[in-house]
């Protein structure tokens, strides 16, 4: 390392202790300097900070969320939050991941999703978790060899999924062992009892994102009776130890209006304390598949324009997997450099969570040689889908290039079902792509090529998806 990268180096670590010790002052102006600070860290991101920054001055809602994370948050979650999410995995880990594409000729992924185990205590209707039992789970050495060899390319950032991850106790090992990176961790909830919030604060680096289906009548109708005050009471425990966590709802054709309502976002955002939440729209994979749970393709465009009129209101983050494309470039499956990939129970390598099949597994090959598989690169070759980046996914909206790369890199399926995507819903999902595709491209036009704004019709409910499509044609 020569003078010139040592110095960086140096600076680099003298900014961030800055930070670390400005954290205790919310106040404004102390808000902005370290908007300034990150700019020395994360040079490249300069344009992307400095509209953070026009929004903290405006006051706009992502402004009171950095407030309210600075302010309520224990201090040793806060502290790994700041340093192990926004200046290791946003701010240095880019360069960190270009750095090893460079020298090894392979993306190195922002986030790795792995699922531990696949037992639950729930039975949720429609959930394929309950045929798993303990000798299913994937051995604690094969998820700690993933994480050790994806933070030695330069991912800090894992969600673990399941199942219910809270199942395995042993897990808590491995959040703490590897305490320089950020967990989050998709859970029903129902093992978040006081006694585990406070050990979650101890430990500093880990967001539970808790499973809701809308309020309680939609939760307890698919979840189980009791279930939502289970849920409500998990949420109460982490708001007392002060942790960050947030929600994770999947929109279906019958819970559209509920879950992207404003009486939903009120109870869980301004009561419960949510800090971030996820959106995953239902797609037909699992054990007994069902199309007719899908969203209609008007039911999609009325969750867009909804989850950006949430995000614009209340201070929370809020991704949506199906209708954020275009703020990440499209489909993130594969393992690309700003994507991430999936090990699942059996510890094979998927391109993605939703994505059922594979070519190498954990047992007998690395994450470098997994990314550099055909199947992977396949993906990444293809990515973007399309140039209208509101059809991101190559499951629902591109299922013709699923098969393409299934059949080019003769991919096993991951589980007895897997195929049914592109077998006998194959007609049915082309339809549903052509449907959507055709309802978004204006859309895609106006907001996205043509940067004329988003349209002023917010609708309130599903019939109201009339006006919104009126406003367009004008």
Request: proline residues 5%; positive net charge; glycine residues 6%.
């Amino acid at each position: 390392m020569d003078y010139i990268e040592k110095f960086k180096n140096y600076t680099t670590k003298q900014t961030i202790n800055l930070i670390i010790k400005a954290l205790v002052n919310t106040s404004d102006n102390n808000l902005i300097r370290l908007t300034y600070a990150a700019e020395k860290i994360a040079p490249k991101f300069k344009p992307k900070i400095g509209r953070v920054r026009k929004l903290f001055e405006d006051k706009a809602p992502a402004y009171r969320l950095a407030k309210k994370v600075l302010k309520e948050i224990y201090p040793n979650v806060r502290d790994k939050m700041v340093l192990n999410f926004m200046i290791n995995y946003i701010l240095m880990g880019p360069k960190n991941r270009e750095d090893f594409q460079k020298k090894e000729g392979i993306p190195c992924p922002a986030t790795i999703v792995i699922s531990p185990t696949m037992r639950c205590n729930l039975r949720c209707t429609g959930c394929y978790a309950g045929d798993y039992s303990k000798k299913d789970d994937l051995p604690l050495e094969y998820v700690d060899k993933v994480i050790t060899e994806a933070k030695g390319m330069g991912t800090c950032f894992f969600v673990i999924s399941g199942g219910e991850p809270f199942i395995r106790d042993d897990m808590l090992d491995i959040y703490k062992k590897h305490h320089d990176v950020t967990f989050m961790i998709y859970t029903n909830g129902t093992f978040i009892d006081r006694d585990m919030a406070f050990k979650l604060q101890e430990l500093g680096n880990v967001a539970p994102a808790i499973s809701i289906e809308g309020l309680k009548e939609e939760t307890d109708n698919r979840r189980g009776k009791g279930v939502w005050e289970k849920i409500m009471q998990s949420m109460d425990n982490c708001k007392e130890a002060r942790l960050i966590y947030g929600f994770s709802a999947t929109p279906t054709r019958y819970n559209t209006e509920i879950i992207y309502s404003d009486e939903l976002m009120k109870l869980l955002v301004e009561e419960k304390g949510c800090m971030f939440g996820w959106y995953f729209t239902y797609i037909p994979i699992g054990r007994n598949p069902d199309v007719n749970l899908m969203q209609t393709p008007e039911q999609r465009l009325y969750g867009w324009r909804r989850v950006n009129y949430l995000r614009s209101t209340y201070p929370v983050f809020i991704g949506d997997f199906w209708n954020d494309g275009m703020h990440v470039g499209g489909c993130i499956a594969g393992g690309r450099q700003s994507g991430y990939l999936h090990v699942n129970v059996k510890g094979d390598y998927e391109p993605c969570v939703f994505t059922h099949c594979a070519t190498h597994n954990v047992r007998n090959a690395s994450l470098k040689e997994a990314l550099a598989s055909p199947l992977f690169k396949a993906i990444r070759a293809r990515q973007p889908y399309s140039e209208n980046l509101m059809l991101p996914c190559m499951i629902i909206d591109n299922p013709k290039v699923l098969r393409e790369v299934v059949k080019e890199s003769n991919a096993y399926p991951t589980h007895g079902n897997a195929q049914t995507v592109i077998t006998e819903y194959a007609d049915y999902l082309d339809k549903y792509a052509k449907e959507y595709g055709e309802l978004s491209k204006p859309f895609w036009k106006k907001v996205y090529v043509r940067k004329e704004g988003m349209p002023k019709t917010i609708p309130e409910k599903l019939e109201d998806i009339k006006i919104l499509l009126e406003e367009i044609k004008k």
